[in-house]
């Protein structure tokens, strides 16, 4: 059973543009709420990460929005460079555990020229 | 400093071979982790210790075995690999359990193939 939903699959965005990738959860015991970024042939490096007390985090150009009743959270990278153009992981983890994170299955972002 | 050193980059083993997988890291984390990720998955869990200590297997057949020597290090041992075994594999630290920040830092990744 999937615990974290992410969409789009993939994602086409024009330079300057807004990429939003989306992710939700059913498990309230979740606390923890990071983003990674992948390069092709390199590991997962932590981008922005929020907790469930906190509506909105922002750092340069990526801001988390987070809604807790809806149990939903969203990547927003503003002014979308070539340079952005990876695969993006949203993950959560439990409350209580070894800092087990449960991933989704991530989003193939493309900035175009 | 956020980084997490895996040695080496590239492997290509037979399935009769016996190889190792390094970890190290300076952060002074407690947790460290190993991850097996496939091409377009995310990373899955293998193996977690906590304070040098095995706490978490997650049902992974015995032809990894999985070491922690000291604070800094993390090895994976390998043998009598599959093909389908082929995969990145990621070594990852954090504080541990019990503390207030849950920030996991990942390595660059062993490109592993077995043939």
């Known amino acids: 059973q999937q615990q974290v939903k992410q969409s789009p699959q993939s994602l086409i965005v024009q330079k300057g543009g807004i990429s939003i990738i989306n992710c939700a959860y059913e498990?309230?015991?979740?606390?923890?709420f990071p983003w990674y970024q992948q390069f092709p042939g390199k590991g997962p490096a932590l981008l922005i990460a929020?907790?469930?007390?906190?509506s909105e985090k922002k750092e340069g150009r990526f801001t988390i929005s987070f809604n807790k009743s809806a149990k939903q959270f969203s990547l927003h990278i503003m002014d979308s460079q070539p340079g952005d153009s990876a695969t993006y992981f949203c993950?959560?983890?439990?409350?209580?555990?070894?800092?087990?994170?449960?991933f989704g299955t991530g989003t193939r972002l493309q900035v175009t020229l | 400093d956020t980084e997490v050193t895996q040695t080496p980059k590239h492997l290509v083993m037979g399935m009769t071979n016996k190889k190792s997988l390094k970890c190290e890291q300076h952060?002074?984390?407690?947790?460290m982790y190993w991850y097996k990720q496939k091409a377009k998955k995310p990373p899955e869990l293998m193996f977690v210790?906590?304070?040098?200590?095995?706490?978490i297997n997650e049902s992974v057949p015995s032809r990894f075995s999985p070491e922690c020597p000291n604070s800094s290090l993390l090895n994976l041992h390998l043998h009598a690999l599959q093909p389908e075994d082929s995969a990145l594999y990621l070594c990852?630290?954090?504080?541990?359990?019990?503390?207030?920040?849950?920030?996991?830092?990942f390595g660059p990744g062993t490109r592993l193939t077995v043939t």
């Open positions: 993950a959560a983890r439990k409350t209580g555990t070894a800092s087990k994170l449960t």
């Open positions: 210790y906590s304070y040098e200590k095995l706490s």
């Open positions: 990852a630290s954090s504080h541990p359990p019990g503390t207030t920040t849950y920030e996991q830092y």
């Open positions: 952060m002074g984390h407690r947790a």
């Open positions: 929020i907790r469930p007390d906190v």
């Open positions: 498990n309230t015991a979740f606390d923890y």
